[in-house]
Nanobody, 120 residues
Framework: QVQLVESGGGLVQAGGSLRLSCTAS????????WDWYRQTPGKQRELVAS???????NFADAVKGRFTIYRDNAKNTVYLQMNSLKPEDTAVYYC??????????????WGQGTQVTVSS
């Protein structure tokens, strides 16, 4: 139905920057909102940033002032710009889309995850 593909992860030194992207493909009616989560071994997956269908954004306290989320609706793509990266930002990052069908049903879809490693 809908597939999400992530890219942009990698290895970066502390203080550096990365930009993650997540693109939806398939039979798409409307993407209402996007979320970025991250997860480290032994810890619960945590919400990092969100953007809704009106463009309003929210960020976790740990990344405020350093991360930015934005979307390109024409490309069905969401981005996470990460600046001033810290070793504690190291995690697997997952995007999540809320897909609204023509039947007005809201379905969640998840990306495959991309590894971000920040060295000290």
């Amino acid at each position: 139905q809908v597939q999400l593909v992530e890219s942009g992860g990698g290895l970066v030194q502390a203080g550096g920057s990365l930009r993650l992207s997540c693109t939806a493909s398939g039979y798409i009616f409307r993407i209402n909102s996007w979320d970025w989560y991250r997860q480290t071994p032994g810890k619960q997956r945590e919400l990092v940033a969100s953007i809704n269908n009106s463009g309003s954004t929210n960020f976790a306290d740990a990344v405020k002032g350093r991360f930015t989320i934005y979307r390109d609706n024409a490309k069905n793509t969401v981005y996470l710009q990460m600046n001033s990266l810290k070793p504690e930002d190291t995690a697997v990052y997952y995007c999540k889309a809320e897909h609204l069908t023509f039947q007005y049903r809201k379905d969640p879809y998840w990306g495959q995850g991309t590894q971000v490693t920040v060295s000290s």
